[in-house]
């Protein structure tokens, strides 16, 4: 059975850094890009960050990009999210997920690419 489960979350004040962590079990990601995603309340979801299985190569949306790195540990079980100079407006809960259909990240991420969302974790950003 394949399953994500985000942790890291919490409370901080603007201009601080949090670090998400996604652990994926059932699932080898040598195989699958992963995609960190993020909901905040009343708004679709969103692409943030991907990490290409193929060649360890990363892409950001435009809002995070020299904010936020995506990283794998060497076991390979485990992505990270680095979220750096954090903004009221990164207040969403995040998600990490992987995409069945492509080694490889490109923008835009579509969400219907990926599968195995966990249940999130919540990241508030105070002013």
């Known amino acids: 059975q394949v399953m994500f489960v985000e942790s890291g979350g919490g409370l901080v004040q603007s201009g601080g850094s949090l670090r998400l962590s996604c652990a994926a079990s059932g699932l080898h990601l040598d195989y699958y890009a992963i995609g960190w995603f993020r909901q905040a309340p009343g708004q679709a979801r969103e692409a943030v960050s991907c990490l290409s299985a193929s060649d360890g190569s990363t892409v950001n949306v435009d809002s995070v990009e020299g904010r936020f790195t995506i990283s794998r540990d060497p076991a390979k079980t485990t992505v990270y999210l680095q979220m750096d100079n954090l903004k009221p407006e990164d207040t969403a809960r995040y998600y990490c997920?992987?995409?069945?259909?492509?080694?490889?990240?490109?923008?835009?991420?579509?969400?219907?690419?990926?599968?195995?969302w966990g249940q999130g974790t919540q990241v508030t950003v105070s002013t």
């Open positions: 997920a992987a995409n069945l259909m492509r080694r490889r990240c490109v923008l835009p991420m579509t969400l219907h690419e990926f599968s195995y």
